[in-house]
């Protein structure tokens, strides 16, 4: 999904589009607000922007072999962390970090234990 069909978090998206346009994205962003308003499509929509070899003005061109891997949710460089609750139900097993947290491992990557 490009950054410019996320519906509903206009003052977000021109924030994260600016940063993108400027060349100089920060080094996190914190959404933040009530369930089901577009916070994980528009991460995760940055995310491919960030990551496209093609970008095509501020969006994702959805055809390069970054953007393959992102929508397969192989792509070595995006890391998706959830509550153990929403990974569970996700699909995703949580793993034990090195430090001894758990953290839920997201995409099709198999697990390692």
């Known amino acids: ?31 933040h607000g009530p369930e089901s ?30 953007c393959e891997r992102l929508a397969r949710g192989v792509h070595a460089d995006l890391s998706v962390v959830l509550p153990e609750d929403q990974a569970i139900a996700r699909g995703s097993r949580p793993r034990v970090t090195s430090r001894g947290r758990r953290r839920a491992r997201s995409g099709s990557r198999p697990f390692a234990s």
């Open 37 to 66: 308003v577009g916070k994980e499509r528009a991460a995760r929509s940055f995310a491919a922007s960030l990551l496209c070899a093609e970008r095509i003005g501020s969006d994702a061109c959805g055809r390069c072999r970054s």
């Open 1 to 31: 999904m490009k950054l410019g069909e996320v519906l509903g978090q206009r003052r977000a998206l021109s924030v994260l589009v600016r940063s993108l346009e400027n060349g100089r994205p920060a080094h996190a962003y914190l959404l």
